[in-house]
């Protein structure tokens, strides 16, 4: 199982910016895809998570409104949306599968994590 995060970078406070999760390995269908962030000197967050078969998706509150997630099957590929992005959301950004059914927001509910990529807001 790999899960590849890309897309991160530098943007200013207000910018937008898209995270890919390159999934393989796995049948798509069968695992739910979360999102979490760690800044430095903090602990791993909950950001936002797709469940199984994409039925439903859920965000955390520090992030609702702002960002969201979506896949596409024909690239096993999911995408975190980042808009109106603030100086608090720089962190390095994970993307993690499960099979656990329903909303998962604890990270060790989760099996196989990508390496994680860093995103920096500047103010």
């Known amino acids: 199982v790999q899960l590849q995060a890309s897309g991160g970078g530098l943007v200013q406070a207000g910018e937008s910016l898209r995270l890919s999760c390159a999934v393989s390995?796995?049948?798509?269908?069968?695992?739910?895809i979360g999102w979490f962030r760690q800044a430095p000197g903090k602990e791993r967050e909950f950001v936002s998570m797709l469940t199984r078969s994409a039925r439903s998706s859920y965000d955390a509150d520090s992030v609702k409104g702002r960002f969201s997630t979506a896949r596409d099957n024909a690239k096993n590929t999911v995408y975190l949306q980042m808009n109106s992005l603030k100086p608090e959301d720089t962190a390095i950004y994970y993307c993690?599968?499960?099979?656990?059914?329903?909303?998962?927001?604890?990270?060790?509910?989760?099996?196989?994590w990508g390496q994680g990529t860093l995103v920096t807001v500047s103010s």
């Open positions: 390995g796995i049948t798509f269908d069968s695992y739910a």
């Open positions: 993690a599968a499960t099979t656990v059914v329903g909303i998962v927001t604890t990270a060790d509910q989760y099996f196989h």
